[in-house]
């Protein structure tokens, strides 16, 4: 009676949330590996696990310190993606007049490579870290608005009227109605912002900085110093998963009722 207990806890442990993951990332390590012992891909073309792992130990003091100005580029442009994102959003899906005029507007812009027009930030506003918050801002600015949108819209107008129905205001619709509605869109969207936040103070860091883990990148690259570029990869990678996890979190703390929260939700083809 006591043997399937080790069964049920390796079973458990290898179901935990993390576990697979890592996994995963130990047979990408493995495969990259053999893929360069295999095919003798020289070191300065793609360097081995092994050379960026030992950048990692020996460099982890400045890599940290250069993450810094990335960390905080990222979270400000994400911060004013969601503060400034979300009400347009608001006015978007609440009045068809907003809507004709400004989400063509927004679609171009998108359309805009945002490399392209990231020197015009470091002539506006010099080499500090405005230029990064702004790349962070424009690219994780769009997914919010249009996932927010989205949301708004989805929302049953049988649920609208009947909170008119019973004398609630107009904030008071929106506050029981709307919002908790369009909550799960509206956090599918940051989501995807936070991570692409990432990528634009990278972007901003690549057109001019003397700081963050892009400067750091775009040095390597002059130098062909591969496995400190690698290992700020690495870093920014491992940023962007962090980034991601806390949104996560707070959509888990927002919104525990939803549906996509319970663990016993069973998909069926």
């Keep these: 009676m006591a043997e399937p207990k080790p069964q049920n806890a390796v079973s458990k442990m290898l179901n935990a ?3 697979r993951p890592f996994l995963f990332l130990v047979f990408i390590v493995v495969a990259w590996d053999l893929a360069i012992r295999i095919f003798r891909i020289p070191a300065y073309q793609i360097p081995s696990p092994l050379d960026v792992v030992a950048v990692l130990r020996t460099e982890w003091p400045e890599l940290l310190r250069q993450s810094w100005p990335t960390t905080y580029a990222t979270v400000c442009g994400f911060l004013l993606s969601a503060l400034f994102g979300i009400p347009v959003a608001m006015l978007i899906a609440g009045s068809r007049t907003v809507e004709s005029y400004v989400y063509p507007l927004l679609v171009f812009s998108q359309s805009v490579p945002k490399i392209a027009i990231a020197p015009l930030f470091v002539v ?3 080499f500090g870290i405005i230029p ?3 790349s962070a801002f424009l690219l ?3 997914p919010v ?3 927010a949108v989205q949301g708004f819209k989805s929302v049953d ?3 609208v009227d009947l909170a008119r129905a019973m004398q609630g205001n107009r904030f008071q619709v929106f506050r029981a109605v709307n919002l908790p509605h369009a909550l799960p869109a509206i956090f599918s969207g ?4 936070v991570t692409l936040a990432v990528v634009g103070a990278v972007v901003g860091e690549f057109v001019g900085s003397n700081s963050g883990l892009g400067y750091v990148m775009q040095r390597s690259i002059g130098t062909f110093d591969l496995p400190t570029m690698f290992a700020a990869l690495v870093i920014l990678a491992l940023l962007g998963v962090v980034l991601f996890w806390i949104v996560d979190r707070i959509e888990k703390l927002v919104i525990p009722w939803h549906v996509s929260q319970r663990e016993d939700v069973i998909f069926a083809a």
């Excluded at 940051?190 to 912002?193: E, F, G, M, N, T």
């Design 17 to 19: 949330a993390w576990v």
């Design 124 to 126: 506006w506003f010099g």
């Design 132 to 134: 990064k918050v702004i």
């Design 140 to 142: 994780g600015f769009f």
């Design 145 to 147: 608005v249009v996932s």
């Design 157 to 159: 107008p049988d649920m």
């Design 190 to 193: 940051l989501k995807v912002s």
